[in-house]
Nanobody, 116 residues
């Protein structure tokens, strides 16, 4: 079973930047879509950004222009570059992959805390 492992979370001041990484234990081409989700305390998990196997991306409105999702196939890694961070970006961020037979895989999550 393919595993996803996130890293790169931490504490940052508002306006700062972080880059999250999601390392897959198999080729990224095992997935037709990779994505980042987040879940803030007391809120539902929400989609932040998604990237297809062909490289197409989409973002939730609140992060457009600030976050960038990318993939490095040679390293089986997906990234989320987060700039101009706001306190409302504070959440646990999860990596997600959907395989070609529609199975979902989730990472364990990484905490991002943005102080004001």
């Amino acid at each position: 079973q393919v595993q996803l492992v996130e890293s790169g979370g931490g504490l940052v001041q508002a306006g700062g930047s972080l880059r999250l990484s999601c390392a897959a234990s198999a080729s990224l081409f095992s997935f037709h879509t990779m994505a980042w989700y987040r879940q803030a305390p007391g809120k539902q998990r929400e989609l932040v950004a998604r990237i297809s196997s062909g490289g197409s991306t989409n973002y939730t409105d609140s992060v457009k222009g600030r976050f960038t999702i990318s993939r490095e196939n040679a390293k089986n890694t997906v990234y989320l570059q987060m700039n101009s961070l706001k306190p409302e970006d504070t959440a646990v961020y999860y990596c997600n992959g959907v395989t070609w037979n529609a199975r979902e895989r989730w990472g364990q999550g990484t905490q991002v805390t943005v102080s004001s």
